[in-house]
């Protein structure tokens, strides 16, 4: 486990495309959130001790923003095969076994996580109604062994702003976590 932080993509960078399959098999891409008044993007994975740390409230979180209009979408981007934890298969078992209510994809080419510069996981990104990025930093200051609260009090100011068409804030601290677990030899110029 390295700790890593998040790359704070450019603010104003639009949503990167993807074509995805869910824990059904489905295929998801960008296209299937038109309409909704915001979309957060979130790379995470199964096994990471960070992700685990906040997955009870990130499920809580998900399922308040989506009755109000917010689009919510987990994205594994993780080498499944030296992290079997982070298969498919384990994916779906995360989607029954923490009532995720947001598709649950899976990156495998990690071609997804490289052009959102994605770095760790969690990693946050929050978009506008034009798909437009408007927030990417922390979940909240808790973080493993650490004894804050879990309150996901940061990114919820970010989605209350934005959900009300109020100033999104200016400051946005990092998200941090483990890094994404990349194939040998694909590792992004942007890591490490």
Known sequence: MARTESTMLELGTQAPDFNLPD?????????NFKGA????VIFMCNHCPYVI?????LAELAKQYQANGLAVIGINSNDASNYPDDSP???AEEVAT?????PYLYDESQAVAKAYMAACTPDFFLFDAEQTLVYRGQFDDSRPRNEEPVTGAD???AID???NSSAI???QKPSMGCNIKWKEGNEPSYFG
């Open 37 to 40: 008044k915001g979309m957060l």
């Open 98 to 102: 923490q009532g995720y209510t947001f």
């Open 23 to 31: 824990t059904n098999g489905n295929q998801i891409s960008l296209a």
């Open 169 to 171: 804030p200016d400051e």
């Open 155 to 157: 990114l919820r100011a």
């Open 89 to 91: 298969e384990k994916m």
């Open 53 to 57: 740390h906040l997955r009870d409230a």
């Open 161 to 163: 702003a934005l959900l």
